[in-house]
Each structure stands twice: as structure tokens, then as C-alpha cells.
């Protein structure tokens, strides 16, 4: 099992360019989450997406769009890139609330810089 | 608004002590607690969790002790050894049903050998 994967893992972005950051799991897992992270910092929910076909707006979600494209894959675009989002993005997923053991497994992260 | 937070952001120890990073949470609610180690260029890597219904649970070398009357959590590692070195973070479970988490800012852990 490879478990969470992300691309890519370095982006360099000008200020108004979009991107979009890939996330996929192989743990058959419902939830899946989006996180950044920034220097000293602990990690934020900017987007999570509890089952397949919903998302919900988690911290800091403002400048982001997110797509549960299907179980597997969630994506988290940047419409605008602005210097405010060069960060380091994590993706999680975890089983359901319900499960006995539901804790969140993470991705290597994308180091996105803004210019 | 809710928050989790550390009381010490770096913690150096030697090679074969006991190790014991805090946390303090804000949210009386919350019902789930994580600790995650992440290593430099890495995404966290859970470590333990607890729930709200115990006050002690322990894993190979590691302990998680949860103090719900004063809202304070701690991990303790046994026989710190040098891939220990990382940071710590503690996470709270607030979102009921939708899991979740709030991190804390993170702890250092640094092991002199």
C-alpha cells in the first residue's frame, strides 16, 4: 500500500496562476482532508470532505477549491495564487467517525512557493 | 475560540532519558486526542491517540496520559533515542462526527547523544 500520495511535491507559482494539488489513498478511506502549514506553525484545515460527494469548508478556506473527484482522489485548487499561500499542503484520510480507529494518515506534502 | 496548545516549543534531553512533551487543550468536548511525530521534510506520522473515556494508554515506548480535569495532555517517550528527534504535535478531535482535528503549534524535540 503506497497510502496517501500527493503531486507534486515542489511547485513554484507567480502571483495570479492556478494550480491544482492532487491527493490520492489506497486505504479505502471516506474522509479526506486538506491542511497547510506554515513555518512554526501547526497544521489548519483548509478543506475536508467526510464521504464521497460532500466537502465542507474547514479553517482557512478562503483562495481554495476543493473536488472529491471520487473515494480515492481529492483535489484542492488554487483559482488565484497569491504570495499568502506558499505553504507546505498536506492531505489526510482516515476511516469514518463511527469506525473503532479513525485517525489520520498523511501525505508527504506539496511545498508550494508564490512569487 | 478553541485551541490546542504546547507549553514548551523545544525540549532537549540526552540519549536514554525519559522524554515528556505537554499539551493543553481548550475545548471541554473534545473526546479524541492525537499525537503526531514529524521529521523534517516529511507529513506527520501518527504516534498514539486517546479517548476521553481513559486517562492512560501506552504503545511501544510511548504513553499518553489525559488529564480532563485540567485539560492537559502529555506524551511521554521511554529511552529517548536519536530518531526521536522531531517535532510533536498534539491534536484534538472537535468536530463530532466529521473528525476533525485541531493541531497545536508544535514541540522540538532535539536528543543530545
Known amino acids: 500500500n503506497a497510502g496517501v500520495t500527493q503531486t507534486p511535491k515542489f511547485q513554484v507559482l507567480k502571483t495570479g496562476q492556478s494550480m491544482t494539488l492532487q491527493c490520492a489513498q489506497d486505504?479505502?478511506?471516506?474522509?479526506m482532508y486538506w491542511y497547510r502549514q506554515d513555518p512554526g506553525m501547526g497544521l489548519r484545515l483548509i478543506y475536508y470532505s467526510a464521504s464521497e460527494g460532500t466537502t465542507d469548508k474547514g479553517e482557512v478556506p478562503n483562495g481554495y477549491n476543493v473536488s472529491r473527484l471520487n473515494k480515492r482522489e481529492f483535489s484542492l485548487r488554487l483559482e488565484s495564487a497569491a504570495p499568502s499561500q506558499t505553504s507546505v499542503y498536506f492531505c489526510?484520510?482516515?476511516?469514518?467517525?463511527?469506525?473503532?480507529?479513525?485517525?489520520?494518515?498523511f501525505g508527504p506534502g506539496t511545498r508550494l512557493t508564490v512569487t | 475560540g478553541e485551541s490546542v496548545g504546547l507549553h514548551l516549543p523545544t525540549l532537549s534531553v540526552q540519549e536514554g532519558d525519559n522524554s515528556i512533551i505537554n499539551c493543553a487543550y481548550s475545548?471541554?468536548?473534545?473526546?479524541?486526542f492525537i499525537w503526531y511525530k514529524q521529521e523534517s521534510g516529511k507529513g506527520p506520522q501518527f504516534i498514539i491517540d486517546?479517548?476521553?473515556?481513559?486517562d492512560k494508554r501506552q504503545g511501544q515506548r510511548v504513553t499518553v496520559l489525559l488529564n480532563k480535569t485540567v485539560k492537559h495532555l502529555s506524551l511521554q517517550i521511554a529511552a529517548t533515542q536519536p530518531g526521536d528527534s522531531a517535532v510533536y504535535f498534539c491534536?484534538?478531535?472537535?468536530?463530532?462526527?466529521?473528525?476533525?482535528?485541531?493541531f497545536g503549534t508544535g514541540t522540538l524535540l532535539a536528543v543530545q547523544p
Open positions: 475545548n471541554s468536548a473534545s473526546d479524541y
Open positions: 486505504m479505502n478511506h471516506n474522509s
Open positions: 491534536a484534538e478531535n472537535y468536530g463530532g462526527a466529521t473528525n476533525k482535528l485541531i
Open positions: 489526510a484520510s482516515s476511516k469514518a467517525r463511527q469506525a473503532s480507529s479513525y485517525e489520520q494518515y
Open positions: 486517546i479517548r476521553s473515556n481513559m
